[in-house]
């Protein structure tokens, strides 16, 4: 199982900007899409190659995730059960018979924190849907969770700290979401800081890798030895966000 987890920041935008050919470079079985904002899935991506499971926002041209399988699950699950936060086409669920892999795109907490309590009354509903999952089968969680978890995962922590993003409310959920029993792969792998997901479009961010971690592949513990791989594709353009990738043996 090889997944590629990408917030591409517009569909259409990075079709334009080589999409196709990032999912063509290695030979994904999943590739899960946040951030598309489209309510329709283009004819590039749907079948014979892909099966295709598109959760859009009620708002046109906002949020909204994008699932691409090869092989399609048993159940197809969008949002969370809750109206309020559904509206927004944030979560799918494809239910498999040995796990569960959700794509989840999480709400930004904003400037001036004009959304944290949003944000936050996400998490717990997150939470709380996963945590009913995990009983019946493993689960991998991929996404752009908007959140940098550690002092490592940005490269100017002393100066975000309190911002969107790196609040102590952000951050003390994802601790807390951990230690219910799952573990972030990438810190698998790479321990030191330096590597990132996102980086903003000013000032040359990007090329200067002034970066935050933000993009997630987080799994229960059950599958931690199925665990193979786990990396950030830093090099691959397209959107302000980098894609992360997971391998997990079948």
Known sequence: MKILSWN?????????????????ADTYSHILLQETRTRAIPEALGPPRWHAYLNPAVRPGYSGVLSLVQTPPEKVIHGLGVRSLDREGRVTTLVYPRLCLVNAYFVNAQRDLARLKAKLAFDRALERWVMRLVPARPVILCGDLNVAHEDRDLAR?????????????????????????????YRLFVTEGGHYTWWTYRSNARGRNIGWRVDYCLVSQALIPR???????????????????????D
């Open 8 to 24: 591409v920041n517009g569909l259409r935008s990075a079709l334009g900007k080589g999409l196709l050919d990032a999912i063509k």
């Open 157 to 185: 922590p002393a100066a975000n700290r309190g911002n969107a993003g790196f609040t102590q409310e952000e951050r003390g959920w994802f601790s807390h979401f951990l230690e219910l029993g799952f573990v972030d792969t």
């Open 227 to 249: 665990v193979r791989k786990a990396g950030i594709l830093e090099g691959v353009m397209g959107s302000d966000h980098a894609p992360v990738t997971l391998e997990i043996a």
